[in-house]
């Protein structure tokens, strides 16, 4: 494995969507380097430190979001004198994100008053009222014609739907959450996935013109759902939740087809294997060492290196037997969002039109995972 050099930064970096590109922030200024040379082809100055860096999907603008001042400056890469910047004044800005069309910045103001919708295009804005959160909530189509806005009002959760080529609200229906956590329209864009805030496990299925197709609940009167990802076809939705459960829905009927559990113990099948991390400190062969002509010594290491090892760590793995024990801790329970549950699902098409989804376990409070694999097949 090579390794290229260090470069400074003080804050973000992303890579382009085309992955050509490179945006580094140190302290006021952006630059943007090419991935395979790794040199800078512009270079931008803000006006504060830079908070949060995010590519326009057509990999030609960046947004550099001040969030500190607060503000937003966006850069072309093509046109290097091309600017812009977003100043929201006293509303401050809490979250900006690119749209699906790459010509428009979304930010949301402190304290969710207002959702804004900022054209690079015609220098107009649109604005939306009392959004949910600041980087949730938004969801757009897979075609970015349509947008899906959770706003909170009268303490009751409402779903708004805007035409994207105009920002104007088609539809506004409300939803049965106590606490909105997030909202996904569906690949095939024919439904939304809403789910509640943890302290409820509470998934919802809503056609876009607002009528609840199904409300799914697996148990109650304990931590709920974590997180909840289609799958790409658009056939199955995975809810991962505290329990340690993932809990796979279909489309058709919207009710649970496999359930996935996280365990603490492996013992089957008996052809998985479970790799175990053993870190070590590095033992020197005493073959190895040499005298310099200064009468300094040194170490040669395996593919000749010349570095003295001595303090350094290095990390092997281990086939373990089963049963298999992965080690973990209680997070403690007078401390708000324990780390349990599963954090994170993603799926993906393999061949035969099978789908995989790996869950990841975040309970470990000993910065140790668990990652489980698992196959949809024949369903």
Known sequence: MEFSDTYKHTG????????????????????????????????????????????????????CGLYKRPMVQAWSVSQSEWTCKIDEGAAG????????????????????????????????CVHVQWPKHPSRGVSFTKDGKFAAIATRKDCKDYVNLLACHSWEVMDTFPVDTV????????????AIAIWDSF????VLIYSPDGRCLFKYQAYYNALGVKMVAWSPCGQFLGVGSYDQVVRVLNHLTWKPVAEFVHTSVVRSPPTAVVFKEIEEAWQLDMANLYLNEDGSHGVLQNGGSEDSAEGHMRVRYKVMEFPATVLSQKPPLDKPNPKQGVGRCVSRH??????????????????????????????
């Not at 069309?101 to 207002?114: C, K």
């Not at 302290?199 to 509470?202: A, D």
Request: charged share 20%.
């Open 12 to 63: 973000p970096c992303s890579f382009s969507p085309d992955a050509r590109l490179l945006a580094v922030a140190v302290d006021y200024r952006i630059a943007i380097r090419d991935v395979v040379s790794l040199k800078v082809v512009q270079l931008y100055s803000c006006l504060d430190k830079i908070s949060y860096v995010e590519w326009a999907p057509d990999s030609q603008y960046v947004l």
């Open 93 to 124: 800005i809490a979250y900006a994100r690119w749209s699906p069309d790459s010509r428009h910045i979304i930010t949301t103001s402190d304290f969710q008053l207002r959702l804004t919708v900022w054209s690079l295009v015609n220098t107009a």
């Open 179 to 190: 606490d909105l956590a997030d909202l996904e329209w569906s690949p095939g864009d024919s």
């Open 199 to 202: 302290l409820e496990y509470k």
């Open 350 to 379: 393999i061949i035969g039109g099978s789908i995989i989804l790996l869950s990841l376990e975040v309970k470990m409070l000993n910065k140790a995972g668990e990652i489980d694999l698992y196959y949809l097949s024949k369903l």
